[in-house]
């Protein structure tokens, strides 16, 4: 399994912005395709957003499209993602995760696709 390390969460007010950050221990980076999920309080986790192995192709949960931006950087084993325009219902415990999967273009978007996960870092938007 991969090490994964979430770090960029806080408070923010409602409209701002903040970029969190995920980094992997594993060396085969570049072999996951990688997700971000997010879990509030007394609701299950939910899909965020996820990228594939080289980056190329991304898909968002309808909550955040056009809000979030996630991205990688393969020579420095970390996910990133970019979260703007951020609301009230935003605030969570966000989780990064990491899928292998063969072919470098796939993603994944459920849970069970992911066999490795961080321990979470904790983003709240206030209104």
């Known amino acids: 399994q991969v090490q994964l390390l979430e770090s960029g969460g806080g408070l923010v007010q409602t409209g701002g912005s903040l970029r969190l950050s995920c980094a992997a221990s594993?060396?085969?980076?570049?072999?996951?395709?990688m997700g971000w999920f997010r879990q509030a309080p007394g609701k299950e986790r939910e899909f965020v957003a996820t990228?594939?192995?080289?980056?190329?192709?991304?898909y968002y949960a309808d909550s955040v499209r056009f809000r979030f931006t996630i991205s990688r950087d393969n020579a420095k084993n970390t996910v990133y993602l970019q979260m703007n325009s951020l609301k009230p219902e935003d605030t969570a415990v966000y989780y990064c995760a990491a899928a292998r999967i063969y072919y470098a273009s796939a993603y994944a978007y459920t849970e069970g696709s992911y066999d490795s996960w961080g321990q979470g870092t904790q983003v709240t938007v206030s209104s």
């Open positions: 594993e060396r085969t980076f570049s072999s996951y395709a």
């Open positions: 990228i594939s192995r080289n980056g190329g192709s991304t």
